[in-house]
T-cell receptor, first 114, second 113 residues
């Protein structure tokens, strides 16, 4: 049981390049989230999904896209990388049902855009 | 708009001391208040959480105190240990639906031996 797996762990991009951050979970959780973490700024929600085929914007969606074709996978796409997107990206999952279930986080992708 | 304000930004405590981290929220619709612990190079992990129908929750050395009228909640770490050195985030959400978490900016705790 690997939990939440994020790949790659590190990546350096040039301005204008594109890439996809991968997130895979084996817990059969319906809810998945993408956050970015900047130093001293906490975690900010980029996009989230409540199930396969359903996605919605979070607090900071500009410059990103997502898709959710399966329960297991929730990739995050950067189309035209900008220096402002240098950050650590975390994927998280949560089971469904009532009552505030915890979010389970992956170990992140550290992305630098130069 | 920051909906959850966390302080202090950093905290240094001696081994055996008490660590206290405070958070305040604005949205009265929030009804779930978790604390996450993050070690360097790792993702955050749930430490302890509270609902607003109780004023305190204790799990081992970790206690959440909750003041609904003041819209404040705090994390107390008793008998702090060097292994507690990490970054702590408070958060808040509304039960039901997507249950999106709104995070504070984090507190870096250092416990000196």
């Amino acid at each position: 049981n690997a939990g939440v797996t994020q790949t790659p762990k590190f990546r350096i991009l040039k301005i204008g390049q594109s890439m996809t951050l991968q997130c895979t979970q084996d817990m059969n959780h319906n809810y998945m989230y993408w956050y970015r973490q900047d130093p001293g700024m906490g975690l900010k929600l980029i996009y989230y999904s409540v199930g396969a085929g359903i996605t919605d914007k979070g607090e900071v969606p500009n410059g990103y896209n997502v898709s959710r074709s399966t329960t297991e996978d929730f990739p995050l796409r950067l189309e035209l990388a900008a220096p402002s997107q240098t950050s650590v990206y975390f994927c998280a999952t949560r089971t469904g049902g009532l009552g505030n279930q915890p979010q389970h986080f992956g170990d992140g992708t550290r992305l630098s855009i130069l | 708009q920051q909906q959850v304000k966390q302080s202090p930004q950093s905290l240094i405590v001696q081994k055996g001391g008490i660590s206290i981290i405070n958070c305040a929220y604005e949205n009265t619709a929030f009804d779930y208040f978790p604390w996450y612990q993050q070690f360097p190079g790792k993702g955050p992990a749930l430490l302890i959480a509270i609902r607003p129908d109780v004023s305190e929750k204790k799990e081992g050395r970790f206690t959440i105190s909750f003041n609904k009228s003041a819209k404040q909640f705090s994390l107390h770490i008793m008998d702090s240990q060097p292994g507690d050195s990490a970054t702590y985030f408070c958060a808040a959400s509304i039960r039901g639906g997507s249950e999106k978490l709104v995070f504070g900016k984090g507190t870096k705790l250092t416990v000196n031996p």
